[in-house]
């Protein structure tokens, strides 16, 4: 990826326990953004976090954003068999037309029931 | 709720043949974005449209060229196609946000 990289590549956890997944990234954003790929399936939007936000929650979704180190992480709490999926982090520049995202290398995610 | 759809689902082409990939966008979402992913990779944005004009590009080959129609739907025609075209393409489409709804994709293989 040109922009974000991801952190772990992988994660294999067991039903109930969190997950955490970190993203960084280069250059200046207006948001960043968290999607989850079932495997060669579409892309789903889980959460947008803007540049002036620090934490967002969404369910059993929590985002954070620390712009100071260019950096994103997600948690996904009390995981569950279907929470099976890639996730990847993208970022926004924003600008007068919403503008394109630029994708991490994402992290594959694989929840054991 | 009505999704992006995009046809063909699956498209098999050789070498230096043509493909024309499509994309319908969410009612009344105004903007249309393409991105490219390869396998195992992360999704690459290529080109976008915003009210039928194009509004960003980004590692589009030159021999791929899209539009955005008067109904708002996209179609992406890609020429000359080369093994590497191989790739799950998707279209996403937005309105007055910065949140993007991504259809299912066309998987392109390339013999």
């Known amino acids: 990826s040109q922009q974000g990289e991801e952190d772990p590549q992988a994660l294999s956890i067991q039903e109930g326990e969190n997950a955490t997944m970190n993203c960084s990234y280069k250059?200046?954003?207006?948001?960043l953004q968290w999607y989850r790929q079932n495997s060669g399936r579409g892309l789903v939007h889980l959460i947008l976090?803007?540049?002036?936000?620090r934490e967002k929650h969404s369910g059993r979704l929590r985002v954070t954003l620390d712009t100071s180190k260019k950096s994103s992480s997600l948690l996904i709490t009390a995981s569950r068999a279907a929470d099976t999926a890639s996730y990847f982090c993208?970022?926004?520049?924003?600008?007068?037309?919403?503008?394109?995202?630029?994708f991490g290398q994402g992290t594959i995610l694989t929840v054991h029931p | 709720a009505a999704g992006v759809i995009q046809s063909p689902r699956h498209l098999i082409k050789e070498k230096r043949e043509t493909a024309t990939l499509k994309c319908y966008p969410i009612?009344?979402?105004?903007?249309v974005y393409w991105y490219q992913q390869g396998p195992g990779q992360d999704p690459q944005f290529l080109i976008s449209?915003?009210?039928?004009?194009?509004?960003d590009k980004g590692s589009i080959p030159d021999r791929f060229s899209a539009q955005q129609f008067s109904d708002y739907h996209s179609e992406l025609n890609m020429s000359s196609l080369e093994l590497g075209d191989s790739a799950l393409y998707f279209c996403?489409?937005?309105?007055?946000?910065?949140?993007?709804?991504f259809g299912p994709g066309t998987r392109l293989t390339v013999t």
């Open positions: 996403a489409s937005s309105y007055n946000s910065y949140e993007q709804y």
């Open positions: 449209f915003y009210e039928k004009m194009q509004s």
């Open positions: 009612p009344r979402h105004d903007t």
């Open positions: 250059t200046s954003i207006n948001n």
């Open positions: 976090i803007r540049s002036n936000e």
């Open positions: 993208a970022t926004g520049a924003g600008g007068t037309s919403y503008g394109k995202l630029t």
